[in-house]
């Protein structure tokens, strides 16, 4: 038996899920991979380290057999990594309502799936890592016609840092992944929804949406193969962040938020610390 980590990686057929799963399996790890469809999981190996799994996130029995699949062929899991996800253009006005549930749906529901059926084997084994893929869009907002996706993602930091403090006592850590742009087919049509209404007063949004469509695409300056190291690096340490930005794109972004949370906080000081009784 390998006295390596067991991980759990959702949303694993394509893009930084498939190379962080190649990536643990050329290490020696255990590793069990979800996706809607286990056809795509099986040609990346037929490693017996390797467990395939065909999942729907919205679906908590399906979750729960999942883990429980996974647990029986292990023996235990020690790492989750909640990565499945996709991107939704469109303004707040023209996202309809179907769009956006389904958005939080898949985003932040299957990510919560996931955390609570998982949660009772850590707690029992007093350890565990919980990864959540989030975005540098769940901290910095300035996305206009993503307005749905940073929803979803700013939803999976404020979830992720209550987790964080719940599962503590337990010897359980969660990480906050929060990536910038990587070279991956996260802008593709498979995973990047558009409006089915829209709005042709919003020229604005879909240059913006033509420019993440085919210019940006496949021209990402974020190598996956070096952001899945980074998974790997977390989980081997004693303490692992709470917050993991990837990309020089994401730590210049966070920092232009902080300093303007600042000046906003400085400039209203006044304001802010005169309204108490």
């Known amino acids: 038996m390998s006295n390596k980590k067991v991980w759990f990686v959702t949303g694993a057929s394509k893009g930084l899920g498939r ?14 991979a979800t996706s809607r469809n286990a056809d795509e ?13 065909t999942v729907q996130l919205g679906d908590e029995a399906n979750v729960a057999k999942a883990i429980a699949d996974t647990v029986l062929r292990f023996g235990r899991i020690d790492v989750v990594v909640n990565n499945a996800g996709y ?25 919560l799936n996931v955390i609570r059926k998982v949660m009772p084997y850590f707690r029992e084994q007093k350890s565990g890592h919980i990864f959540n893929v989030s975005s540098i869009a769940g901290f910095f907002g300035n996305f206009p016609g993503f307005g749905i996706y940073t929803g979803t993602k700013f939803a999976v930091n404020g979830l992720s840092e209550s987790l964080a403090a719940e599962v503590k006592p337990f010897g359980v850590h969660v990480t906050i992944v929060s990536p910038g742009y990587f070279r991956t087919e996260f802008l593709s049509s498979g995973s990047l929804a558009v409006p089915a209404q829209p709005i042709a007063d919003y020229e604005e949004v879909r240059k913006i949406q033509a420019q993440h469509q085919h210019e940006i695409h496949h021209n990402q300056a974020g190598d996956p193969a070096k952001a ?6 977390a989980s081997e ?8 930005f990837l990309g020089e794109d994401a730590y210049q972004l966070a920092y232009g938020k902080i300093d ?7 400039a209203w000081k006044a304001t802010t610390i005169a309204t108490a009784y």
Do not use: C, H, W
């Not at 991107?87 to 990510?111: H, K, P, Y």
């Not at 899945?228 to 690096?233: E, G, S």
């Not at 004693?238 to 917050?243: D, I, K, V």
């Not at 303007?260 to 400085?266: H, N, T, V, Y």
């Open 228 to 233: 899945a190291a980074a998974f790997i690096q």
């Open 19 to 32: 190379v962080l799963v190649e990536k643990l399996l050329a290490a020696g790890y255990q590793v069990a």
């Open 41 to 53: 999981l099986r040609k990346i190996s037929d490693d017996n380290n390797f467990l395939p799994l």
């Open 87 to 111: 991107g939704q253009i469109g303004t707040l006005e023209e996202t309809t309502d179907a769009e956006a549930r389904a958005s939080f749906e898949i985003n932040v529901f299957g990510t």
């Open 260 to 266: 303007a949370i600042k000046e906003d906080l400085e």
């Open 237 to 244: 340490a004693a303490q692992p962040p709470l917050n993991l």
